[in-house]
Every structure is written in structure tokens, then in C-alpha cells.
């Protein structure tokens, strides 16, 4: 019984102490600078854009209610610059300037932040690419005058790509056809330093309806060819060759146009770009898709030094306004995917 008794004493002493604590629980940390870096520098692009924003958290007032506010997203001044170097020895440093992309035609997406300014570090200097016995560097160095911190960030750029087939500099044989499984060959060397590669074809068409046939409207159709190629190593110079099906040429205007007995449609021309992307771009790219199994908490991933994001190099070749094949139109009038869309001569 004595026993007993002290159990209970000792179970009530440990309720007590309990319920005597204070109960309220902090969701907020201390406050801490926490800068978000995004960009990606492409050789191929006369400028280059990178986003600089800021993180913000309030212990007693939701998040959502500074969504909309400018400074909770942006910095009044920020001293950014990159600097180059060849070889791993500096050669070049560059000021990046504050401009407002919705007034260059790079408008941010509406939506529940903040939408009304878009404001980016542009960098108007060229970006080189690597080549054989060339390694270029470029190191972000992001300052903030006001409390002194600095986050920092490294890529290299990449090499350009040789493609041979059934693109290059000279022609273009881009032949679909509606046999089964007929596929199109294409063969390209690698650019140094690139980790994976995707082919895209954006095509331009006319339509117009018949009952007013003044009235013409321009649409483009993507139609993704290739994607996520891995290249066999990073050192570049490698022959890859790979085939894709005619059949997803037909199935990407289906999916993009709609049936109509009225509509009346061209081909226009159209534009190929290859698009390879650095090694910790494509881990970024791994890292954030959509999960498929119970576990849906992605891990973290950054290249940046005293911030968070991403800072990275791409390298984007274009072949534009590209002719179609002499035989597209006849295929796709022939393929049971495409021949009720309406395209003619």
C-alpha cells in the first residue's frame, strides 16, 4: 500500500511540474539573413539575368499576409558582381545592374506574392564558353550594404554542342513519317562540362477559320524530342547518337490543336534548340520531381555559400526558323492522329 501511495505522489509531483511549464511553442526561429539566388548562365545569350529575393518569417502574423508586399521579397541595395576566371586565374570582374524585368519582357507570374515589380541583376558582359584547353569560372558575390552579409556562388561554363544529325548549321532533315516505329536519327558530340541534354522542336503554324478567312492567327506547337539525354561523361567530345519516334511529332499537334471543320491551318517554320545543363543543374532538376511514393518531404538542395537557390550554367543552341521537310504535309494528312486538323498548302 505504502508503495502504492508513493507512485501516485511521485505521478502528481510530475503533472504538476508539467502543466506549471509554459505552454506556448515557438514556430519562429531567431531571425537570420537568409538571401535566395537563382540564375543560370548561358554563353549563347547576350545577357544573363540573376534573381536575388529574400526570406522572410514573422512569429505573429501568417506568411501569406506579406506575400504581397515588395519588401518582403526584395532588397532596397545590393552590391552584386561575377567574377571570371580562366584557367582558375581572375581575369575579369563585372557589375551586375538592378533592372525590372516586367519592363524588358520578362513579366513575373501573378499569382499570391508580390508581381507588381520584377526586379533581376542583369549582367550585359558576354559569357564564354569552355573549350578544349579553356575552363571558364564565374563566382556571383552577393553584398548587402546595409548588414554586411555576403553569400556567394561558382559555375562553369559549359562547351557548345556539334550536332550533326538530322540538324546543323548547314541543313536541316528533320523527315517524320507515319510507318510504325519509325524513328529519326540524331547524332551530336558532347560540350564539356554538360551533364545531360534535351532536343525541342517550338513549330509555328497559321490557321484561320474558313467563314473568316482574313483573320489569321500564328500558334506555336512544342514538341519535345529528346529529353534528359545523359551525356557519357563530363569531359565533352563524345559521339552520342539516339533515335525518337515520328509518332510523338503527330501526337504533340494533336494535343495542341483541336479538331475543327471550320479551321484551315499552315506550317509556318520552325525553330530546334539543344539544351544541356551542368551537372549540379541536373541534380537540382532530379531533386525537385514530383514524388510518387508516400514520402513526399524533398531534401534541400543548394550551391550557394550563406544563402539558398541555385547558380548554375546551361547552354542553350538554337537553329531558327527552320523549313519543314517537303513531305511533313503530306504525312500528317496521312497520319490517323493529325488528318482531321485541317492543314493544307
Not at 548549321?169 to 564539356?192: M, P, W
Not at 547552354?315 to 486538323?341: G, R
Request: hydrophobic share 35%; aromatic share 12%.
Amino acid at each position: 500500500m505504502q508503495k502504492t501511495t508513493g507512485f501516485f505522489l511521485i505521478l502528481v509531483l510530475i503533472m504538476s511540474a508539467i502543466t506549471a511549464c509554459d505552454n506556448e511553442i515557438s514556430v519562429a526561429a531567431n531571425w537570420e539573413e537568409v538571401v535566395i539566388v537563382y540564375g543560370t548562365l548561358n554563353p549563347e545569350q547576350a545577357k544573363n539575368y540573376v534573381r536575388i529575393q529574400r526570406a522572410y518569417l514573422d512569429e505573429s502574423i501568417a506568411a501569406l499576409s506579406f506575400s504581397n508586399t515588395q519588401d518582403s521579397l526584395y532588397y532596397d541595395s545590393l552590391d552584386v558582381k561575377i567574377e571570371e576566371y580562366t584557367n582558375g586565374k581572375l581575369t575579369n570582374v563585372f557589375t551586375l545592374s538592378k533592372v525590372n524585368g516586367n519592363d524588358i519582357g520578362m513579366p513575373k507570374d501573378s499569382g499570391i506574392f508580390y508581381s507588381e515589380n520584377n526586379f533581376l541583376y542583369e549582367l550585359s558582359d558576354p559569357i564564354k564558353a569552355s573549350i578544349s584547353v579553356i575552363d571558364y569560372d564565374y563566382k556571383l558575390i552577393v553584398r548587402n550594404p546595409k548588414t554586411g552579409h555576403v553569400c556567394t556562388g561558382i559555375t562553369r561554363s559549359l562547351g557548345n554542342p556539334e550536332v550533326s544529325d538530322p540538324i546543323n548549321d548547314i541543313y536541316s532533315n528533320i523527315a517524320v513519317n507515319v510507318q510504325k516505329d519509325h524513328t529519326i536519327l540524331f547524332r551530336y558530340q558532347e560540350g564539356k562540362w554538360v551533364r545531360s541534354y534535351s532536343f525541342v522542336m517550338d513549330m509555328r503554324i497559321e490557321e484561320y477559320n474558313i467563314n473568316n478567312p482574313s483573320v489569321k492567327i500564328e500558334k506555336i506547337v512544342r514538341w519535345n524530342m529528346l529529353t534528359d539525354l545523359r551525356t557519357i561523361n563530363l569531359q565533352g567530345f563524345n559521339i552520342n547518337k539516339t533515335n525518337t519516334q515520328s509518332a510523338n511529332f503527330f501526337y504533340s499537334l494533336a494535343g495542341a490543336l483541336d479538331v475543327n471543320p471550320n479551321v484551315r491551318r499552315r506550317l509556318i517554320d520552325f525553330d530546334v534548340k539543344v539544351y544541356g545543363i551542368s551537372d549540379d543543374f541536373n541534380t537540382y532538376i532530379s531533386v525537385n520531381k514530383p514524388s510518387i511514393g508516400i514520402v513526399q518531404k524533398k531534401p534541400e538542395y543548394t550551391n550557394m555559400t550563406n544563402a539558398l537557390g541555385l547558380f548554375t550554367s546551361r547552354h542553350i543552341k538554337t537553329f531558327k526558323n527552320q523549313t519543314f521537310n517537303a513531305t511533313t504535309l503530306a504525312q500528317i494528312n496521312l497520319s490517323d492522329i493529325t488528318k482531321y486538323h485541317g492543314f493544307i498548302e
